[in-house]
């Protein structure tokens, strides 16, 4: 599978297969660990590791290309979202989650309209 493919597969994955019960969650639940809520746990994970992939791929293309802006978005947008990740993760703060995924959406859409507008 390639990762323009893997990365919607994965992010899809996690919502589809339900998450078991863990840590009291929900309340009142007995703890149980199960395939799907194995999977649910693992599908962010991967998601993460094949859009870091694929940045990496992209980056390597505007790099031979000699597209510089391009390259240093597609450089500067994978070390944003990890900064706004750790800083939800010391903190505590999912609102920095959504920032890093508010950077990933713009550049994904970005790098979208460029490819579009390169086809016709």
Do not use: Q
Request: net charge positive; glycine share 10%.
């Amino acid at each position: 599978m390639s990762t323009a493919l893997s990365v919607p597969a994965l992010r899809t994955a996690a919502p589809l297969l339900v998450a078991g019960a863990v840590d009291g969650y929900p309340p009142g639940a007995a703890d149980a660990v199960t395939w799907h809520g194995t999977v649910h746990s693992l599908a962010p994970a991967a998601a993460g590791i094949a859009g870091l992939v694929a940045y990496v791929l992209f980056a390597r293309r505007f790099a031979a290309d000699h597209e510089r802006g391009w390259l240093m978005w597609t450089i500067a947008a994978p070390i944003a979202i990890l900064v706004a990740n750790a800083a939800s993760a010391t903190t505590g703060d999912f609102r920095c989650l959504v920032v890093g995924r508010a950077i990933g959406a713009a550049w994904t859409t970005s790098l979208f309209v460029k490819l579009r507008a390169g086809v016709r």
